[in-house]
């Protein structure tokens, strides 16, 4: 894994970093949680540990199961993975050490990595506006270890 520091992506069932590892949905089912999600993060030898790149969060439902909740947190994994992606072949997104750099932005905690609530698959957030519809973006450069978060509205509609 240290030999490829830098060059693997996961995406985790979860808001990390809570909820590491397997069987995320019914984890938060059994904690009553009133939201749920996914992360985009670095990998590194600690599991679901890696520096944080960007989250999406759903609702949890009284009435979800399993099933529907896994159905509706992978419909945000099919947006965050493929725009993390850009982000970095853009080269708008780095990481020095453990922490995650974007447009030259610097580190805030790992714990809020950039948050996309309602982008399409061909939209990269960047700074929002006032007047954007989505406003529930928020996003934030992270350290796996340190720090607390400052929030930055992101977001801009953006065609393929």
């Not at 600690?46 to 960007?54: A, Q, R």
């Not at 099933?67 to 725009?83: C, G, N």
């Not at 993390?84 to 453990?98: C, F, K, P, W, Y």
């Not at 700074?127 to 509205?153: D, E, I, V, W």
């Amino acid at each position: 894994v240290n030999h490829f520091h830098g060059r693997m992506l996961n995406i985790h069932p979860s808001l990390l970093p809570e909820y590491r590892g397997l069987h995320t949905h019914e984890r938060v089912l059994e904690a009553g949680d009133n939201e749920h999600g996914a992360t985009v993060h670095y990998v590194t030898e600690e599991l679901d540990g890696g520096p944080m790149v960007m989250q999406a969060r759903v609702p949890v439902e009284s009435d979800d199961s399993v099933d529907t909740l896994a159905a509706r947190v992978l419909t945000r994994e099919h947006v965050i993975y493929p725009a993390t992606i850009r982000l970095i072949a853009e080269g708008r997104v780095r990481l020095e050490g453990n922490r995650v750099f974007m447009d030259g932005a610097r580190p805030w905690s790992n714990h809020s990595p950039w948050r996309m609530e309602k982008h399409r698959l061909n939209e990269v957030p960047t700074p929002l506006s006032a007047h954007c519809p989505h406003r529930n973006a928020t996003a934030m450069a992270g350290s796996s270890r340190f720090g607390k978060a400052r929030p930055q509205p992101l977001c801009r509609n953006i065609s393929a």
